[in-house]
């Protein structure tokens, strides 16, 4: 029977950590794995930290709780990491929920291959578009777009290990990075599914500038570290630009 650790970073998330776990408790049980769920309250000024220690008296499932001074959400999957006991390991925002079925599924692709190091899906009721019901997700064809969402991942812990984990020097984009360094090393598979729920952060408009430096500065670290050329560097940010120029019009009108 395999471990899977579903860390969940949270912060000033009282009003949704408890809609997060229970998405995680009402996965199909299988009796090929089991959960341990660890909450990382990464500095909340707010009652998340009784939140989940409500949670945690009444779950079935272990959860631990994990408190540190806020650090980003980076530093906290990081913490949730190295208290990791699984052998895979499953990311889950506060804010957002997986849908049925999603761990099962992810689980059977990852236990059929063990060369697949990563298992990410659709969110939101929409699949992607011209694309098989599963598919691998090359390190060029992810470079353009992240469609790798942290709350869908499910990947070897080991295979996180080895890519570096998140970056806990940034607050945007690393995961991307991540997502990225495991991708040109190794394999990621897309399930065609949409089997979570994405909640878009409040003020999002206010962090389009940031989020948009974060990827640049991802570009720049992949030039840097030899897995693009100059030459791509430049077109993918002038792509990215492109794009978000567009996202800030439409957050405009």
Same mark, same amino acid.
């Given at each position: %029977?395999?471990?899977?650790?579903?860390?969940?970073?949270?912060?000033?998330?009282?009003?949704?950590?408890?809609?997060?776990?229970?998405?995680?408790?009402?996965?199909?049980?299988?009796?090929?794995?089991?959960?341990?769920?660890?909450?990382?309250?990464?500095?909340?000024?707010?009652?998340?930290?009784?939140?989940?220690?409500?949670?945690?008296?009444?779950?079935?499932?272990?959860?631990?709780?994990?408190?540190?001074?806020?650090?980003?959400?980076?530093? !906290?999957?990081?913490?949730?990491?190295?208290?990791?006991?699984?052998?895979?390991?499953?990311?889950?925002?506060?804010?957002?929920?997986?849908?049925?079925?999603?761990?099962?599924?992810?689980?059977?692709?990852?236990?059929?291959?063990?060369?697949?190091?990563?298992?990410?899906?659709? %969110?939101?009721?929409?699949?992607?578009?011209?694309?098989?019901?599963?598919?691998?997700?090359?390190?060029?064809?992810?470079?353009?777009?992240?469609?790798?969402?942290?709350?869908?991942?499910?990947?070897?812990?080991?295979?996180?290990?080895?890519?570096?984990?998140?970056?806990?020097?940034?607050?945007?984009?690393?995961?991307?990075?991540?997502?990225?360094?495991?991708?040109?090393?190794?394999?990621?598979?897309?399930?065609?599914?949409?089997?979570?729920?994405?909640?878009?952060?409040?003020?999002?408009?206010?962090?389009?500038?940031?989020?948009?430096?974060?990827?640049?500065?991802?570009? !720049?670290? %992949?030039?840097?570290?030899?897995?693009?050329?100059?030459?791509?560097?430049?077109?993918?940010?002038?792509?990215?630009?492109?794009?978000?120029?567009?996202?800030?019009?439409?957050?405009?009108?």
């Amino acid at each position: %029977m395999s471990l899977v650790s579903v860390v969940i970073p949270a912060y000033n998330a009282e009003q949704t950590l408890a809609r997060a776990v229970h998405s995680v408790l009402d996965q199909e049980k299988d009796e090929r794995y089991q959960l341990e769920i660890i909450v990382v309250d990464d500095g909340s000024t707010d009652a998340t930290s009784r939140v989940a220690e409500s949670l945690a008296k009444r779950s079935p499932v272990h959860i631990r709780i994990i408190h540190q001074r806020n650090a980003g959400p980076a530093a !906290a999957r990081n913490a949730g990491l190295r208290a990791a006991k699984g052998d895979y390991v499953a990311f889950l925002d506060a804010d957002d929920l997986w849908l049925p079925g999603k761990l099962r599924t992810q689980l059977a692709i990852l236990e059929a291959d063990p060369e697949v190091d990563l298992v990410c899906t659709a %969110m939101n009721g929409t699949r992607f578009l011209c694309r098989p019901a599963q598919f691998t997700l090359r390190f060029r064809a992810l470079l353009p777009n992240n469609i790798v969402y942290t709350s869908s991942v499910v990947a070897r812990k080991n295979s996180l290990s080895a890519a570096g984990d998140f970056n806990e020097a940034r607050r945007y984009s690393e995961d991307f990075e991540l997502w990225l360094r495991i991708a040109h090393r190794g394999t990621i598979v897309v399930l065609n599914r949409p089997l979570i729920q994405y909640t878009k952060g409040r003020g999002i408009s206010a962090k389009l500038w940031p989020m948009e430096k974060g990827e640049l500065e991802t570009y !720049a670290i %992949m030039r840097t570290e030899g897995r693009i050329s100059a030459r791509r560097e430049a077109i993918l940010r002038w792509w990215s630009l492109s794009k978000y120029l567009v996202r800030r019009i439409r957050w405009s009108i």
